[in-house]
T-cell receptor
Framework: AQTVTQSQPEMSVQEAETVTLSCTYD???????LFWYKQPPSRQMILVIR??????QNATENRFSVNFQKAAKSFSLKISDSQLGDAAMYFC????????????FGTGTSLTVIP | DAEITQSPRHKITETGRQVTLACHQT?????MFWYRQDLGHGLRLIHY???????NKGEVSDGYSVSRSNTEDLPLTLESAASSQTSVYFC???????????????FGPGTRLTVL
């Protein structure tokens, strides 16, 4: 099974600043999908951004962008102009095309936004 | 709007009791999943289904069972609840091949289960 590693259990950022959350994964597959999910205190899992491995261009969604380094098997999330509402647990996830639609999740990074 | 719901949202039960957590989705998705979330472990897959009458074991399936009698529902049963099964449980669904939004999983709001 694929493994997803988030090496930062906790991170903090000043409001309006930029923060980068790290994610690495282990795979022998060449085609796959990567995701970042946000889990605020409400517990609801919210999709933040997705990246297809065959696309070289990094995905962006408003203030959220990724740095996808396929050779390094790295998929970091950058949050620009951080807002108080960004405070949440963030999970990195890997989807394998070869195991149906199974997702493999990292252990999460808890992000605190300091006013 | 399509959605995925879970019930109950909170449940307290005693060791040894049978417990069933409900999951209902109106996305018409073929695929449904159950995860448990524990501190330090992220989300771990319990069981999943790719369609009616199809069920499969995930990473942490011991002590749990599921059945899929229709597209919309995938109830999760704890046959004899144990304290180690105290956790937050998430149901998720995703489209099957050929359906729209094939790649993404949509999550329910979660059920917090406490086994005393």
């Amino acid at each position: 099974a694929q493994t997803v590693t988030q090496s930062q259990p906790e991170m903090s950022v000043q409001e309006a600043e930029t923060v980068t959350l790290s994610c690495t994964y282990d795979t022998s597959e060449s085609d796959y999908y990567l995701f970042w999910y946000k889990q605020p205190p409400s517990r609801q899992m919210i999709l933040v951004i997705r990246q297809e491995a065959y696309k070289q261009q990094n995905a962006t969604e408003n203030r959220f962008s990724v740095n996808f380094q396929k050779a390094a098997k790295s998929f970091s999330l950058k949050i620009s102009d951080s807002q108080l509402g960004d405070a949440a647990m963030y999970f990195c996830a890997y989807r394998s095309p070869n195991t149906g639609n199974q997702f493999y999740f990292g252990t999460g990074t808890s992000l605190t936004v300091i006013p | 709007d399509a959605e995925i719901t879970q019930s109950p949202r909170h449940k307290i039960t005693e060791t040894g009791r049978q417990v069933t957590l409900a999951c209902h989705q109106t996305w018409n998705h073929n695929n449904m999943f159950w995860y448990r979330q524990d501190l330090g472990h992220g989300l771990r897959l319990i069981h999943y289904s790719y369609g009616v009458q199809d069920t499969n074991k995930g990473e942490v399936s011991d002590g749990y069972s599921v059945s899929r009698s229709n597209t919309e529902d995938l109830p999760l049963t704890l046959e004899s609840a144990a304290s180690s099964q105290t956790s937050v449980y998430f149901c998720a669904s995703s489209a099957g091949r050929g359906q729209v939004a094939y790649n993404e999983q949509f999550f329910g709001p979660g059920t917090r289960l406490t086994v005393l």
